[in-house]
């Protein structure tokens, strides 16, 4: 085919090679222009995506951090956290940081007690702080408590014995004589004597008593660690258990002494009778019984009734406690042995009391209405104090800085690495 046969096809079929050369430069020009918009399309969600996280931003709810020691929830923040926003409450987040740190330091001072004997805990040092850790407790319950409270009891019938035979030799011997004929006075002095003995000494010793001292106290009402005994050689967590009731046993004659340290007598004192406060040798825990010896950190106790177990920040002791109290003064009594100790009353009993009858017994309360208060409490040691005074084998048995348990593994799964 020559070049002249070539042009006259061309320009007889000019609009179908002009129609082919159209069609063949739109497939070219299309290709490029396809892929560019799933370009854009990508760019544009992309976009969408960018604009709503930024609305999400700026129209998320947000909180101010809790500051408050009584708020149970967070107040709203009604503006944007710019800058100076989150440095204000950063300044607000270390200010209740410091501030929890004195509220927890105040509460280890006032919690804090002193160790009877120094150089005894956590170990005895020497053989010889072990006697003197028994003498001094045995002291405490026999003669420490009972002269803090300034408490007494009605005459005993040697007391009574002893009044009668001064009474005769001060008042009634020396009127004795007898006559040249040898008859005596002495049957007639004695007859007297024995009347004033049976009627009116009785009830003057019993004033005596009730003028001398703030409150009366039964002889048991104190109760020693069972481990701590006159012959006793108590072991070192023995002695931490003592410890421990007896640190129980002083928040409760200290608040006492202290509702009573106004008055001069039975009569004007709040707290009229000491019958019974004891401390178990127990903690109350969450864990399974541990061996102790006699009087020593014994089995644990079922939950109290607040709920509350020893763990690692406090132990739980419970006390039973038994009063006579006026009956306008449970309310100062109730708040004077919770105030600056960590004692919860737990249960409460209230029963009246007949003065008359109590007088009969010996016990002069005054002409003011009496109620007996039956109560349970528990009382918080704080560990920050009291772990550097626990023996080893204390610290085992309450598992005192045991490693935390690992969580078990899910099921299917694998345990969680440390």
């Not at 805990?121 to 002291?139: G, V």
């Not at 509702?259 to 009569?267: D, H, M, P, R």
């Not at 919770?338 to 249960?347: A, G, I, K, L, Y």
């Amino acid at each position: 085919m020559n070049v002249k046969m070539l042009l006259g096809i061309l320009k007889n079929n000019i609009l179908s090679v002009l129609c082919a050369v159209v069609a063949i430069a739109a497939i070219i020009g299309l290709w490029p222009a396809s892929n560019y918009k799933t370009q854009l399309q990508s760019k544009v969600k992309a976009s969408e995506q960018m604009v709503a996280s930024m609305q999400g931003l700026l129209t998320k709810p947000r909180s101010q951090p809790v500051v408050e020691l009584e708020a149970t929830s967070s107040a709203p923040l009604d503006r944007f956290p710019s800058a100076p926003v989150i440095e204000a409450g950063n300044k607000a987040k270390a200010k209740m940081a410091t501030e929890s740190k004195q509220i927890a330091s105040e509460a280890v001072r006032i919690n804090k007690h002193n160790p009877l004997v120094a150089g005894v805990l956590p170990e005895p040092k020497q053989a010889a702080r072990i006697i003197d850790f028994r003498t001094a407790y045995l002291r405490m319950f026999e003669r420490d408590l009972p002269n803090k409270l300034r408490a007494s009891r009605p005459p005993t019938p040697k007391e009574l014995d002893d009044a009668a035979k001064e009474l005769w030799d001060k008042k009634y011997k020396d009127q004795v004589y007898k006559q040249p004929n040898g008859s005596s006075n002495e049957q007639d002095l004695r007859t007297q004597w024995t009347t004033e003995v049976q009627t009116t000494l009785p009830d003057q010793l019993r004033l005596q008593k009730a003028e001398s001292y703030q409150m009366y106290m039964e002889p048991d009402a104190l109760v020693p660690n069972p481990g701590i005994t006159p012959m006793s050689q108590p072991t070192a967590d023995q002695i931490f258990s003592a410890q421990m009731t007896l640190w129980v046993t002083e928040d409760v004659v200290n608040a006492i002494a202290k509702l009573n340290a106004g008055s001069k007598n039975v009569e004007s004192s709040p707290v009229k009778h000491l019958v019974k406060l004891e401390v178990p040798p127990t903690l109350v825990t969450a864990g399974q019984p541990a061996a102790g010896g006699e009087g020593g950190t014994a089995a644990p106790v079922a939950v109290s009734a607040t709920g509350r177990v020893s763990n690692s920040m406090y132990d739980v002791l419970t006390f039973h406690l038994v009063v006579n109290v006026e009956s306008d003064d449970v309310e100062p009594f109730l708040l004077e042995l919770t105030r600056d100790r960590f004692v919860t009353v737990t249960e409460m009993e209230v029963t009246p009391i007949d003065a008359a009858e109590q007088k009969a017994a010996g016990f002069i309360y005054g002409n003011k209405p009496i109620v007996q208060l039956n109560l349970q409490c528990e009382d918080l040691l704080l560990r920050q104090w009291t772990k550097p005074l626990m023996p080893d084998i204390v610290k085992k048995i309450l598992q005192v800085d045991a490693p935390a348990p690992v969580a078990p593994p899910a099921e299917g799964g694998e345990a969680p690495q440390p």
